[in-house]
């Protein structure tokens, strides 16, 4: 299996800031990575998909960029909406699709 | 608007079985561009990828959950379902189902707001 790692398992930031998360496969694969945002109670959203392509309806403060092993999600300039859970996932080895173990980003 | 919803009991005994509903709005589980999948995340924990079907009636499954788990589909009903067997205290978690797509980097471009299990007696 595929593992992936991020880092860090938490962030404290303020409205405003810009933040990077940072996810690293156990082995390339490509630019097959995906980003989510998860909220409690809420169905969970795609950011980014392919390492750097934006999700339609995702505001353009967030972006990924990486290939190979190593990848990062940006968040240019921090909202309140935007404090929540961020996981990655791999597409690379399919059909067994893994995630990261999350980063919770929380209010500084 | 693609929406999903999961629907179930929200409590199961050990030993039982599991079973969950995935009902689509705004999308047709018919679509050959899409597999239906279902995805876990235990308190406190990350997310499990579980498996998923095709409207064909073809799955793909997680090896640490084969043994126990069958999917099906229903395209009259627009829905798709999983069922779990001989559950235990482990299989405690939010389940979500999703929407798989191939040609956005096999990625999960929308979610259900997931329904959470527990299993206990």
């Known amino acids: 299996d595929i593992q992936m790692t991020q880092s860090p398992s938490s962030l404290s930031a303020s409205v405003g800031d810009r933040v990077s998360i940072t996810c690293r496969a156990s082995q390339s694969i490509s630019s097959y990575l995906n980003w989510y945002q998860l909220k409690p109670g809420k169905a969970p959203k795609l950011l980014i998909y392919a390492a750097s392509n934006l999700q339609s309806g995702v505001p353009s403060r967030f972006s990924g960029s990486g290939s190979g092993t190593d990848f990062t999600l940006t968040i240019s300039s921090l909202q309140p909406e935007d404090f929540a859970t961020y996981y990655c996932q791999q597409s690379y080895s399919t059909p067994l699709y893994t995630f990261g173990q999350g980063t919770k980003l929380e209010i500084k | 608007q693609v929406q999903l919803q999961e629907s179930g009991p929200g409590l199961v005994k050990p030993s039982q079985t599991l079973s969950l509903t995935c009902t689509v709005s705004?999308?047709?589980?018919?679509?050959?561009?899409?597999?239906w999948s279902w995805i876990r995340q235990p308190p406190g924990k990350g997310l499990e990828w579980i498996g998923y079907i095709y409207y064909s009636g073809s799955t793909s499954t997680n090896p640490s959950l084969k043994s126990r788990l069958t999917l099906s589909v229903d395209t009259f009903k627009n829905q798709f379902s999983l069922m779990l067997t001989s559950v235990t205290a482990a299989d405690t978690a939010v389940y979500y189902c999703a929407r798989l797509g191939r040609q956005h980097g096999y990625s999960f471009d929308y979610w259900g707001q997931g329904t959470l299990v527990t299993v206990s007696s």
């Open positions: 705004g999308a047709s589980v018919s679509s050959d561009d899409y597999y």
